[in-house]
């Protein structure tokens, strides 16, 4: 399949972005955006830095993950202008000149010390917004954050460019890659370890690149949500899998989850096929105008009738929910937006002004409460899981008598299932960015 180069969308990318740029800072009552890439930082008591993590906001410019110490200056009418940090140094690989599809599109400041960046940044600092952390303040230029040019640029992140869905289609590429060949270790007998390393080794990326830690799962510790141990030994005998990883393109983030039986656990398998099947019908139900809201309450229903059909729930699904006891098996959120950051912002904000869209009641841990509109990525991650600490509390409630124990005892050992796509609304069907990907390598 011919897929969109991101370097001939990028033109349009900067033309959107200066124009919300400028609406930005009309709300804000600035002159000039500064974006500082970030600084490094040591580590409490220790002359060794944390990782580095780009501001997203410079990101969102330039394809540019790895410059610490650099701007991006952005005056309504003019190019943007990128002081770009190339050190001295023999300690360190320094960043390569300036190259790629972006440099001909912005104005380029080689600084060889992060101070060099005062005198060309504006005159005035009290004229700019600048956003960013605290640490990458220099000389009067502190990081703002003004509320008003946040909230505008927040909001507006939500839709995705062309560029942006481009460098999105890349990392599920990447991400896919990576989930084949950790299903094939996993086949092979591999502990979790080993499938953390086949992953990294086929996406070609590791811990500094990947958009989170890697979720590997086997067995029962596939009921812990954000299990990320990495056991040395494969347990005996080996069950299930669950792994929730993903890869980056220019700091564009995936997000996917895949669960899988060990062979002759025919059973389980029957209950992933069932959640996979639930988990295609929400994918579809992305559509503008569709509150993610209900497509959440949605998929509790769907999800408690796979666990009726199996027999692991004695009511109806819309019981399991009022109870309380769908919250027990699903205890997470059906997903968020997803962009430059794998929990991308403004997920819960009413307008482009800020305000907040509260999420429903009894269902602590949703990301995204917005109405879905054309451009919004989405993921649609629901789970099941087999979480004593839980189901206890269904006990308590006085609830037990909803589940059939003998049947929570038989998934148990399975730890849980979880199937994440992402999912691009558009203006008509729901694009999913994640399963073409997938079908190519069969
Ligand atoms: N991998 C984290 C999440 O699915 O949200
Ligand atoms: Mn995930
Ligand atoms: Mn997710």
């Not at 917004?129 to 505008?152: C, D, K």
């Amino acid at each position: 399949m011919n897929q969109p180069d991101p370097g001939a969308l990028y033109s349009h990318h900067l033309s959107v972005l200066k124009q919300r740029a400028d609406q930005a800072l009309a709300r804000g009552g600035f002159d000039h955006l500064l974006i500082p890439s970030g600084t490094l930082h040591y580590q409490a008591f220790d002359d060794r830095d944390y990782p580095y993590a780009v501001n997203p906001h410079f990101k969102a410019w330039l394809p540019l993950t790895r410059l610490p110490n650099s701007w991006l200056v952005y005056t309504p009418g003019k190019r943007p202008k990128v002081l770009f940090h190339q050190p001295f140094d023999y300690w360190h690989v320094v960043p390569d000149a300036p190259s790629g599809w972006w440099v001909e599109h912005v104005d380029i400041e080689i600084i060889r010390k992060p101070e060099d960046a005062l005198a060309l940044l504006p005159k005035d600092p009290a004229r700019c917004a600048i956003l960013g952390e605290p640490q990458s303040t220099l000389g009067p230029f502190a990081p703002n954050n003004p509320e008003p040019v946040i909230h505008y640029l927040d909001w507006h992140r939500g839709y995705k460019t062309p560029y942006e869905i481009a460098l999105m289609r890349q990392a599920q590429r990447l991400g896919v890659r990576g989930h084949r060949a950790a299903e094939a270790a996993f086949r092979a007998g591999a502990s979790e370890f080993e499938i953390h390393m086949a992953y990294c080794s086929a996406v070609g990326q590791d811990a500094n690149d990947l958009p989170y830690g890697n979720i590997i799962a086997l067995n029962e510790h596939g009921a812990v949500l954000h299990y990320t141990e990495l056991g040395r030994s494969a347990p005996t005998p080996l069950r299930s899998f669950l792994i929730d990883a993903g890869a980056s393109a220019c700091g564009y983030a995936s997000d996917i989850t895949r669960t899988y039986a060990a062979t002759g656990h025919d059973e389980f398998q029957a209950m992933i096929g069932a959640v996979d099947a639930a988990q295609q019908k929400m994918c579809a139900a992305v559509r503008a105008g569709f509150d993610y809201k209900q497509l959440h309450i949605d998929a509790h229903l769907s999800l408690m009738e796979v666990l009726r059909d199996f027999g692991v729930i004695t009511v109806s699904p819309e019981a399991a929910l009022a109870t309380g006891v769908s919250a027990a098996f699903f205890p997470h959120g059906i997903g968020h937006l997803i962009g430059l950051q794998v929990h991308d912002v403004a997920g819960f904000a009413a307008s482009d002004r800020g305000g907040r869209i509260e999420r429903p009641h009894g269902h602590p841990y949703l990301r995204l409460t917005r109405v879905l509109e054309p451009g919004m990525t989405v993921t649609i991650e629901p789970g099941v899981y087999f979480i004593d600490m839980l189901l206890e509390e269904v006990k308590q409630a006085g609830h037990g008598a909803s589940i059939n124990w003998d049947r929570v005892d038989f998934f148990r050992p399975y730890g849980g299932i979880r199937i994440e796509d992402e999912v691009l609304c558009t203006t008509g069907e729901a694009d999913n960015l994640t399963r073409p990907p997938f079908a190519a390598l069969d």
